[in-house]
Nanobody, 127 residues
Framework: QVQLVESGGGLVQAGGSLRLSCVAS????????MGWFRQAPGKEREFVAA????????YYGDSVKGRFTISRDNAKNTVYLQMNTLNPADTAVYYC????????????????????WGQGTQVTVSS
């Protein structure tokens, strides 16, 4: 049984930073692409970032490029999302997800390609 547990969300002022973490358990972490998605009230789930299993390939949604950085530590079964220069439009519940297939290096920006999800962590950016 795969479990993904996010942490690190909270309330921050515009221009501030947060770092989200997601710890995975239940299957070999190091061979799966990991992604972050977010969902704001009344909006569809949006791709934020993904990192391939090896850590060498990263992909970002257009709205976060240059501000957010995804990384992973396979020794700790953890994926991170460093979020800088936050603005109110970044307010959402952020979800960690694990890709359905191992050893995948291509961009994986579609929620349907992930088969395990965390419970989400709330990020609120005040103006």
């Amino acid at each position: 049984q795969v479990q993904l547990v996010e942490s690190g969300g909270g309330l921050v002022q515009a221009g501030g930073s947060l770092r989200l973490s997601c710890v995975a358990s239940g299957r070999t972490f190091s061979i799966y692409t990991m992604g972050w998605f977010r969902q704001a009230p009344g909006k569809e789930r949006e791709f934020v970032a993904a990192v391939a299993w090896s850590g060498g390939n990263t992909y970002y949604g257009d709205s976060v490029k240059g501000r957010f950085t995804i990384s992973r530590d396979n020794a700790k079964n953890t994926v991170y999302l460093q979020m800088n220069t936050l603005n109110p439009a970044d307010t959402a519940v952020y979800y960690c997800a694990q890709f359905r297939r191992p050893y995948y290096r291509e961009p994986a920006a579609t929620a349907g390609e992930y088969n395990y999800w965390g419970q989400g962590t709330q990020v609120t950016v005040s103006s």
